[in-house]
Every structure is written in structure tokens, then in C-alpha cells.
């Protein structure tokens, strides 16, 4: 059973325009939600993250919203550019301590920016 | 600035074989994971551990064992690797409530 879901396995936009990737979540017991970017051959790296007590967060072109009622989170990346190509990850961890720290991710989205 | 390393980045084992990935971290993060990534399956985690001398199991441990002995290592084994092992491996580590920082990954093929 998916607890963490990106339902679009890849997106296309022209350069310059915003890119929203989605990601919904079953489990009320997640608190906190990341997100990673993926190049081919490297390691997910960690983008932007936001706790449940909030509704948005912003960093430079990246913003996150969390709908806590629709246990929905997006990612706008506004402008999108040709090196924010990658593989986007979303991710979820409990609240606590102990083992509520690991993450449960989705299967990701493959954002293709268009020059 | 090493931050996670993973070693080996590549193998290739045959079927039934044993190996062991190894996970370093130079953070002194407390928390230390390992996940496979397949095609269209995302990241899966196998183990974890939330300190040294402890582990747990993760969504998908069967066929493999790991790890704490230190704290800035973690080791993962195959005991007896199957063609269902083929995969690329994570290593990750975080701090205590903080984003996990992953390795470069294994790519590991069993024939």
C-alpha cells in the first residue's frame, strides 16, 4: 500500500514558464514533507522541505504547499530552467522520534524542461 | 568534504554470492539508512538504523542483513544475492529531525 504518491511519472515544460509536480499522501500520521531532486547517476539531494503546521514555504524559484484536508503537497518551480531537469522525489516522515524519522518517498516525476 | 560515501560505486556478482556494501559518513549523524531504487518503484527502504549498535527493518529487508558496529559506518550484506537484487543502492544519514543526506549509490548487477 503507497503511502507517499506521485501519480504523473513525467512532465514536460518550456523554459521560463512554472512547473507544479504533485504528490498526495494516505497516511495522517506523516508531519513533516521533503522534497529531492535526482540527477542520472548521483544521489537524490535534498530541495526544499515543510512541516504540517504550515501551508507554504519558499525558497528562491521553489515553493511548496501542503493541503493538510486533501493530505495533498506541490512543488512550483517558477522559472523552470533547462538544469532543473531531473527526477523529483516527494517525501514523508512521522512525527517523534526513533524510527518515525526514516522517510517513505514516492516513486518520483521526471521533470523535462524545453529550451 | 565527504559528507556519505558508498563503496563499491559498481559490481557485479553472480548469482548466489555474497558481498557487502559499505556506508561512511563523516557528519556524526545518528540516523543511517540504506534504499534501492528500481525502475518505476522509487526509493524503498531496506534497513535502518536510529544509533550505533541498533537496526531495523525497513519496507523490503528480506535477503539482507546489516550493521552498526560504529557510528559513522553502516554495512549492508547480501548473503546470497538474487537477480531480484539487481538494483541501485542509497545510502543516506541524517541528524536528529533533519533532511537525509544521500551517497553517490552502488549499482549492483547479480547474473
Known amino acids: 500500500d503507497q503511502q507517499v504518491k506521485q501519480n504523473s511519472p513525467s512532465l514536460s515544460v518550456q523554459e521560463g514558464r512554472i512547473s507544479i509536480l504533485n504528490c498526495d499522501y494516505t497516511n495522517s500520521m506523516f508531519d513533516y514533507f521533503l522534497w529531492y531532486k535526482k540527477y542520472p547517476a548521483e544521489g537524490p539531494t535534498f530541495l526544499i522541505s515543510i512541516s504540517s503546521i504550515k501551508d507554504k514555504n519558499e525558497d528562491g524559484r521553489f515553493t511548496v504547499f501542503l493541503n493538510k484536508s486533501a493530505k495533498h503537497l506541490s512543488l512550483h518551480i517558477v522559472p523552470s530552467q533547462p538544469g532543473d531537469s531531473a527526477v523529483y522525489f516527494c517525501a514523508a516522515r512521522g512525527f517523534g522520534g526513533g524510527s518515525n524519522y526514516k522517510l517513505t518517498f514516492g516513486k518520483g516525476t521526471l521533470l523535462t524542461v524545453n529550451p | ?111
Open chain 2, 1 to 111: 568534504n565527504a559528507g556519505v560515501t558508498q563503496t563499491p560505486k559498481f559490481r557485479v556478482l553472480k548469482t548466489g554470492q555474497s558481498m557487502t556494501l559499505l556506508c561512511a559518513q563523516d557528519m556524526n549523524h545518528e540516523y543511517m539508512y540504506w534504499y534501492r531504487q528500481d525502475p518505476g518503484m522509487g526509493l524503498r527502504l531496506i534497513h535502518y538504523s536510529v544509533g550505533e549498535g541498533t537496526t531495523a527493518k525497513g519496507e523490503v529487508p528480506d535477503g539482507y542483513n546489516v550493521s552498526r558496529l560504529k557510528k559513522q559506518n553502516f554495512l549492508l550484506g547480501l548473503e546470497s544475492a538474487a537477480p531480484s537484487q539487481t538494483s541501485v543502492y542509497f545510502c543516506a544519514s541524517s541528524g536528529l529531525g533533519r533532511e537525509l543526506f544521500f551517497g553517490e549509490g552502488s549499482r549492483l548487477t547479480v547474473l
